[in-house]
């Protein structure tokens, strides 16, 4: 897994826990800017995608 501090998305979990090899996923967000916030509520997507301060907040739940 890539640092907190690199620049790059974290989150993003994907899990194979359909029994015919579907695939399912969750996607958190975590750290991020506070440019890349203000986006995500001016479009909306904050309200449809959990956004953490940390990535140890995002992985806990």
Same mark, same amino acid.
């Given at each position: =897994? +890539? $640092?907190?501090? /690199?620049?790059?998305? !974290? @989150?993003?979990?994907?899990? *194979? /826990?359909?029994?015919?090899?579907?695939? %399912? @996923?969750?996607?958190?967000?975590? @750290? +991020? *800017?506070? %440019?890349? =916030?203000?986006?995500?509520?001016?479009? @909306?997507?904050?309200?449809?995608?959990?956004?953490? $301060?940390?990535? !140890?907040?995002?992985? +806990?739940?």
């Amino acid at each position: =897994m +890539a $640092s907190a501090d /690199d620049g790059v998305p !974290h @989150g993003a979990e994907e899990e *194979q /826990d359909e029994p015919d090899g579907e695939w %399912s @996923g969750r996607l958190r967000l975590a @750290g +991020a *800017q506070d %440019s890349v =916030m203000r986006t995500l509520e001016i479009v @909306g997507l904050d309200t449809v995608i959990p956004c953490y $301060s940390t990535l !140890h907040e995002a992985l +806990a739940v």
